[in-house]
């Protein structure tokens, strides 16, 4: 919890500051008030007592209320100034940090939960922090002076205080010791929740067609069923602690007021008035030792979950990247990249998806790679831009290790299309435009871009054009379409190494080659690595590396592998007819 704390500025300490001076003076003049009463009490009785006497008592009494008054409205509004700062510079330091995560980081804490460590989590801690500025500060100041203040009063009063507290101390450790563990499961519970109403919601076409409304409404029930029965055991055992409280002021006042009139009795009548006096002033101070108490009883209510809650946030933010930035912010070559004997196993893995690869694509050249599904082609370019680092050997880019990069740098050499079109919310010109580049990318670049990849066809269409707005995620658009605007993003850029997860799936085979010709003049300079299912699609590339099971069993151009790689001619026997096979091969003489 401190560490979480240090991310405070020095504004926010002196609010703080600030808070323990006025919550101070709240304490001193509430605890003024029971020294009024007294004078009151004693006026009242005492003959020869004149109303204004009284009524300027009364007056003091009513300055140390508004005083109070005045003080915690002050408290209150530094407090939750300090809270709401907290919230926001946390949250933005784990977006900052979940933003620097690899793959690795993502797979490991899961979307889900992040998201309820930046909301529901961050909340918590938020909600201690505003309410601990005024009740954690406000409950030792106020017990303690409290305390001074009865402490000569009476030996019996002060017994059926401590005895009061003893009680009051027991309760809560009990409840303390059978509530904390639980609030651990409760936020992996909501992680839980969480996961399962976005799994929903993502897929629900899928769900739909599947007629699957049902059992996704069970396993639903039964995540919100688990979470329920836990909120209810804590809530229970933490609902103990207002009766336990109202018993505990209601025994207290009854035991001082019981004392006091044996006391009354027993006494002359000179001392009666002193006695009644001392019984009104001792039972308002008992009752502000109780009060302090049952502000660290809301505070321990909070405190549990808001500890849990501050630990999962620090898990984020202290989790060491596996990806490490490096220093280098220029290569030794341009548009080279080179894999040197690697192999690679996902973390925690024993079998290696990736053998002894080894390959060197130049300027300007295209390199394809096919094989089977699971043959570990996307794996094997998404080392390039590190989004796993290699177990074994080297990834060179324009001659330097790929690790030695900063990671700015060589984002900036590539241009990047993921398997999977991610099309964010604004517009098409934003989409095309995303992302820092080291180039200017000009209305002029963002034309051309979308003009190469085919998307100009329907982006003019759209009623605003290069402005029409795109939903979370591309919703408005077709599969196609998402890839072609995807691709484009990557044209403006005008990287010198092209990167293509499978990016041409979802485009019919007319504006897949369209697409690939104008690409091909567009980018003659540049370096392109196609990962690809179709024949088509890269069969006139420079060099064509065929990968089965991890390993690379082939590599050349179309014809040369048609003759000399039986995988390749497999896969193409699956996808040519004879005759254009026989032609492939007639070409390659």
């Known amino acids: 919890m401190l560490k979480l704390l240090k991310s405070l500025g020095k504004k926010q300490l002196l609010y703080a500051l600030i808070c323990v001076i006025f919550v101070s003076v709240n304490v001193y003049l509430e605890l003024k008030i029971p020294d009024y009463m007294s004078s ?174 049902d059992y996704q409404q069970k396993k639903f029930e039964k995540a919100n069923e688990e979470l329920k029965n836990l909120q ?35 006494a002359n009548a000179l001392e009666k008035i002193g006695i009644f006096s001392d019984m009104v002033v001792f039972s308002s101070y008992a009752m502000q030792v109780v009060m302090s108490f049952m502000m660290l009883i809301m505070i321990f209510m909070l405190y549990p979950r808001a500890a849990v809650s501050a630990k999962r946030i620090l898990e984020v933010l202290e989790c060491e990247n596996a990806i490490k930035d490096g220093n280098v912010t220029k290569g030794k070559e341009v548009g080279t990249v080179e894999f040197k004997n690697v192999s690679f196993k996902y973390p925690d893995a024993e079998e290696y998806i990736l053998e002894n690869i080894s390959f060197k694509a130049n300027k300007g050249e295209t390199i394809a790679f096919i094989g089977s599904t699971g043959s570990g082609k996307s794996t094997l370019i998404n080392l390039v831009p590190r989004f796993y680092d290699v177990t074994e050997g080297e990834v060179l880019v324009d001659g330097v290790n790929v690790k030695d990069y900063k990671l700015e740098s060589l984002n900036n050499i590539l241009g990047y299309v993921p398997q999977k079109a991610i099309i964010f919310r604004g517009t098409i010109k934003d989409n095309v435009k995303y992302g820092h580049s080291q180039k200017k990318i000009t209305e002029d670049n963002i034309k051309d871009a979308i003009k190469v990849a085919q998307a100009e066809d329907f982006v003019l269409k759209m009623s605003d054009g290069y402005n029409a707005e795109t939903s979370q995620s591309g919703t408005n658009l077709s599969g196609g379409q998402k890839q072609r605007i995807s691709i484009a993003r990557a044209i403006a850029r005008n990287p010198e190494i092209y990167i293509f997860d499978d990016s041409f799936s979802a485009l019919d085979y007319r504006t897949d080659f369209l697409l690939r010709k104008e690409l091909k003049k567009y ?23 065929v990968l089965d099971n991890g390993k690379l069993v082939g590599m050349g151009t179309h014809q040369e592998l048609l003759k000399s790689c039986a995988v390749y001619k497999e896969i193409a026997l699956s996808q040519l007819s004879s005759s254009e096979l026989e032609k492939d091969l007639k070409g390659g003489m």
Request: charged share 15%.
């Open 232 to 266: 209810l055991f804590n809530q229970k055992n933490m609902g103990l602690l207002n009766p336990v409280m109202s018993l505990v002021m209601s025994g207290l006042s009854l035991s001082i007021y019981f004392i006091g009139a044996i006391l009354i009795d027993r």
């Open 523 to 545: 980018t003659k300079d540049a370096t392109s690595l196609i990962v690809a299912q179709r024949i088509g699609t890269i069969k006139n590339a420079d060099k064509i590396l």
């Open 40 to 213: 009151i009490t004693v006026l009242v009785q005492t003959e020869g007592s004149t109303m204004a006497s009284i009524l300027k008592e009364g007056g003091y009494m009513l300055l140390c209320a508004f005083g109070s008054l005045i003080a915690s409205f002050i408290v209150g509004y530094f407090a939750a100034n300090v809270a709401a700062y907290f919230g926001k510079i946390t949250r933005q330091n784990i977006f900052e940090k979940v933003s620097s995560f690899g793959t690795q980081e993502m797979k490991e804490f899961q979307t889900s939960s992040l998201i309820t460590r930046t909301t529901n989590d961050v909340t918590q801690v938020q909600m201690l922090i505003a309410m601990g500025l005024q009740a954690i500060i406000k409950a030792p100041i106020m017990a303690t002076w409290a305390v001074l203040k009865i402490m000569n009063k009476n030996m019996i009063w002060s017994m059926a205080t401590f005895v009061a507290v003893v009680i009051l101390l027991i309760t809560i450790i009990t409840l303390m010791i059978r509530v904390f563990p639980k609030f651990k499961i409760v936020q992996k519970l909501t992680d839980n929740l969480n996961r399962i109403t976005r799994e929903n919601l993502i897929g629900i076409r899928v769900i739909r067609a599947f007629n699957a409304e």
